[in-house]
């Protein structure tokens, strides 16, 4: 039986310098200053918390370790808008499989512009091209490059992919992460998504005041609140907006 390659990335250590100040962003952020180590599932690891509570900077400090720009696409396209900003990486050590993923790529919501027009101009392409990212809605785009160019035998980092999704292209996005998983791909994800969530047996690892921890997906804030609401909707919503 052969040996399986995954987890691609088995787990970041963190070694943090002398120099670091503290008291500064990302460092005074409890889920990095806690930082010792993450172990990663061979499919599927989201990254869940409110806010500012750093699963971004960490998904994005991966990445960047990983030889990404931090703006994201594929390791050829390296756009670093606000590299000064993202220091992390520095501090982070990587412990990877034997074998190299044939395919990567880093998703990242709020700067896929920029990447969809560096890639134009790659291909020589016009933002009215049809088969330019821009020529489709931010939805319709990032499907395509989860459908489309995600080729199987990677190593996907996605930050917040939901956020352009109605909750039928979450299903469906669910579908494909599962298919490209079955073609020896894994994928971690920081989400807001419940639907994205329910991804079977994933390990969630939910960043809060006292670091990181471990939690089972009916355990979430996303679970619970999500259920509750659908199920009580009509009283949450006189609770909420203070209405008869």
Same mark, same amino acid.
């Given at each position: 039986?052969?040996?399986?390659?995954?987890?691609?990335?088995?787990?970041? %250590?963190?070694?943090?310098?002398?120099?670091?100040?503290?008291?500064?962003?990302?460092? &005074?952020?409890?889920s $990095?200053? /806690?930082?010792?180590?993450?172990?990663?599932?061979?499919? $599927?690891?989201?990254?869940?918390?409110?806010?500012?509570? @750093?699963?971004?900077?960490?998904?994005?400090?991966?990445?960047?370790?990983l #030889?990404? @720009?931090?703006?994201? #696409?594929?390791? &050829?396209?390296?756009? &670093?808008?606000?590299?000064?900003?993202?220091?992390l990486?520095? +501090?982070?050590?990587?412990?990877?499989?034997?074998?190299t993923p044939?395919?990567?790529?880093?998703?990242?919501?709020?700067?896929?512009?920029?990447?969809a027009?560096?890639?134009? /101009?790659?291909?020589?392409?016009?933002?009215?091209? +049809?088969?330019?990212?821009?020529?489709? +809605?931010? *939805?319709?785009?990032?499907?395509?490059?989860?459908?489309?160019?995600?080729? @199987?035998? *990677?190593? =996907?980092?996605?930050?917040?992919?939901?956020?352009?999704?109605?909750? &039928?292209?979450? !299903?469906?996005?669910?579908?494909?992460?599962?298919?490209l998983?079955?073609?020896?791909?894994?994928?971690?994800?920081?989400?807001?998504?419940?639907?994205?969530? +329910? =991804?079977?047996?994933?390990?969630?690892? !939910?960043?809060?005041?006292? #670091?990181?921890?471990? $939690?089972?997906?009916?355990? %979430? /804030?996303?679970?619970?609140?999500?259920?509750?609401?659908?199920?009580?909707?009509?009283?949450?919503?006189?609770?909420?907006?203070?209405?008869?």
């Amino acid at each position: 039986m052969a040996l399986s390659a995954k987890p691609y990335l088995q787990r970041i %250590t963190a070694q943090f310098g002398d120099d670091v100040d503290w008291d500064r962003h990302p460092y &005074n952020v409890p889920s $990095v200053r /806690e930082l010792e180590s993450i172990s990663f599932h061979p499919d $599927v690891t989201f990254f869940i918390g409110e806010n500012g509570a @750093g699963k971004s900077t960490m998904l994005e400090s991966i990445a960047l370790a990983l #030889g990404f @720009g931090i703006d994201g #696409g594929s390791r &050829n396209i390296s756009l &670093n808008t606000a590299l000064e900003a993202a220091p992390l990486h520095q +501090s982070l050590r990587l412990s990877k499989s034997f074998k190299t993923p044939r395919d990567r790529y880093f998703f990242r919501a709020e700067s896929f512009h920029n990447v969809a027009t560096r890639m134009d /101009e790659i291909f020589g392409r016009t933002s009215a091209s +049809s088969d330019s990212l821009h020529a489709r +809605s931010h *939805g319709e785009a990032f499907m395509a490059v989860l459908l489309e160019k995600f080729r @199987g035998n *990677g190593l =996907y980092l996605l930050d917040e992919p939901e956020a352009a999704l109605s909750p &039928n292209r979450q !299903l469906a996005a669910l579908s494909a992460i599962h298919q490209l998983v079955r073609d020896d791909s894994q994928f971690i994800i920081a989400t807001h998504s419940p639907i994205l969530l +329910s =991804y079977p047996n994933a390990k969630i690892l !939910l960043f809060d005041g006292s #670091g990181i921890t471990e $939690v089972a997906y009916e355990d %979430t /804030e996303h679970f619970a609140i999500t259920r509750d609401f659908l199920n009580h909707y009509p009283r949450r919503l006189q609770q909420l907006l203070d209405i008869e």
